[in-house]
C-alpha cells in the first residue's frame, strides 16, 4: 500500500516539475500558458559573450561549460547517458561538474524512481536563462560601483602612485613629497574629468552590453 502512495506522490511532483520545463513538449493548452512565463534566451549567441563563457569556466572549469553547453543543445539528458555521451570515463565523473553547475542554478535535475527500484535515475537540463541573468547582474554591479565612484571623484582632486596605484589625496601629496609610501613612486596629479571620461565610457560600454544581454532575452 505504501508503496503504491509513493509512486504516486511521485508522479505528481513529476507533472508540477515538467509545468515548468521548457525541454517538456506540452501536452495541453493550459501547459502550453505556463510555459510562456519561463524566460527563454538565445542560447547560443549568450555562450557567444566572453563574460558568459568565463563565467561557466570560473564555476565548472572547461570541462563544465562542455557539459553546460551539450545540455543547451541536447535539452533534459539522463545522468549515465549524459556521461556516456560526453566520454566521462566513469558515469560519477561527471557528477562534480554538474554539482558546481547546480550550485548556480546553471543546471537542475529531476530525479525518478523507476519501477520501485531502491535508486534514483537523474534527469539533468541546463537553465541558460539564468546565465543570462547573472551576466546582467554582473554588468549592472559594475555599473553602479563605477558611478558611485563617479561621485566620489567629482568632491576632489587627487594624486596617484604610478608604481602602484595608490591614491593619495592632496595634503598627504605633499607631506611625502610627492613620492608614494609603499614603493616611492612619482604621485602624479590626476584630472578628475580625465577620470570621470573614462568612467563614463565605461558606463556606456558596460550599458551597451546590458543592452545586447536584453536582446537575447525572449519575453
Ligand atoms: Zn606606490
Known sequence: MASKKTRKIIKKSKISKKSV???????????????????????????????????????????????FQFLISRGEMEENLLARKLKFEKANAIR?????????????????????????????????EKLALIISQIYEEEIKQTKKSMELNKAEDFYVCDICNRRYEVNEALQNDFRCKNDGGILNHVEPEKILEDKQSRIDFLNKKLENVAKLIKK
Do not use: C, M
Not at 549568450?46 to 563574460?51: I, S
Not at 523507476?114 to 541558460?128: D, E, L, Q
Open 21 to 67: 520545463k521548457k525541454s517538456v513538449k506540452p501536452k495541453n493548452k493550459h501547459q502550453k500558458i505556463v510555459k510562456v512565463k519561463k524566460l527563454q534566451v538565445d542560447s547560443k549567441k549568450l555562450l557567444r559573450l566572453d563574460e558568459a563563457r568565463k563565467y561557466v569556466i570560473d564555476v565548472s572549469g572547461e570541462k563544465g561549460l562542455e557539459v
Open 96 to 128: 562534480k561538474f554538474l554539482y558546481r553547475l547546480y550550485n548556480k542554478n546553471l543546471v537542475s535535475y529531476r530525479k525518478v524512481r523507476k519501477n520501485n527500484k531502491a535508486w534514483y535515475t537523474y534527469f539533468w537540463s541546463a537553465n541558460p
